[in-house]
């Protein structure tokens, strides 16, 4: 005899194909599910560190910055320091510049000549004076060129007056001084 099954053997087919189906689609999703955690907490870790590279990148250039100040700071004081230096230097060439131009004055200074006043404007000496004539005006002007710390010395004007019975010769004289290095070991 012939057997028949008659059981649903299809239907038993398909739910078995249906819960095959299910376990594969739980454990896709619970490895996606696992992929997905995996990935999220690995970019975390990644953009954490990468904030903590920033973080000290960050503090080392406000490092940076402060000692780039802290140089700008230093540059200014060190020219500000150079400047007083040469100011000082200048002073104290000027010192002994100006008791030079002075000793050279008196020594240039023809008998029969008084100055009554020597303004010094720069390198420009203004001076202003009596004389006994005409000839010891002349003779200051070339003592005064002849020196070597002035030059250029131009009449700016002569006139003679009568001064207690006495004919004199009031002068005005421009000459400009010769800038001259200091002298070492003085």
Same mark, same amino acid.
């Given at each position: 005899? @012939?057997?028949?099954?008659?059981?649903? #053997?299809?239907? &038993?087919?398909?739910?078995?194909?249906? %819960?095959? &189906?299910?376990?594969?689609?739980? +454990?896709? #999703?619970?490895?996606?599910?696992?992929?997905?955690?995996?990935?999220?907490?690995?970019? @975390?870790?990644?953009?954490?560190?990468?904030?903590?590279?920033?973080?000290?990148?960050?503090?080392?250039?406000?490092?940076?910055?402060? =000692?780039?100040?802290?140089?700008?700071? &230093? %540059?200014?004081?060190?020219?500000?320091?150079? =400047?007083?230096?040469?100011?000082?230097?200048?002073? !104290?060439?000027?010192?002994? %510049?100006?008791? %030079?131009?002075?000793?050279?004055?008196?020594?240039?200074?023809?008998?029969?000549?008084?100055?009554?006043?020597?303004?010094?404007?720069? &390198?420009?000496?203004?001076?202003?004076?009596?004389?006994?004539?005409?000839?010891?005006?002349?003779?200051?002007?070339?003592?005064? /060129?002849?020196?070597? #710390?002035? /030059?250029?010395?131009?009449?700016?004007?002569?006139?003679?007056? !009568?001064? +207690? +019975?006495?004919?004199? /010769?009031?002068?005005?004289?421009?000459?400009? =001084?010769?800038?001259?290095?200091?002298?070492? +070991? /003085?």
């Amino acid at each position: 005899m @012939t057997r028949l099954n008659l059981l649903p #053997w299809r239907e &038993l087919r398909r739910r078995e194909q249906d %819960r095959q &189906l299910l376990t594969i689609g739980i +454990g896709a #999703w619970a490895v996606m599910g696992l992929a997905v955690f995996y990935a999220h907490f690995h970019v @975390t870790g990644m953009i954490d560190a990468q904030n903590k590279r920033n973080e000290f990148l960050n503090a080392e250039i406000k490092k940076v910055e402060d =000692q780039i100040k802290e140089i700008a700071e &230093l %540059r200014k004081k060190r020219q500000d320091l150079i =400047q007083r230096m040469n100011v000082i230097y200048q002073l !104290q060439t000027d010192r002994a %510049r100006v008791v %030079r131009v002075f000793d050279e004055m008196v020594r240039k200074l023809p008998e029969g000549v008084y100055f009554t006043a020597v303004r010094h404007t720069g &390198l420009d000496t203004h001076i202003r004076g009596v004389a006994q004539s005409n000839a010891r005006v002349s003779a200051l002007m070339r003592n005064l /060129s002849a020196s070597e #710390w002035f /030059s250029n010395p131009e009449l700016e004007i002569i006139n003679v007056r !009568q001064k +207690g +019975g006495e004919r004199v /010769s009031e002068f005005s004289v421009k000459v400009k =001084q010769t800038v001259k290095k200091p002298e070492t +070991g /003085s």
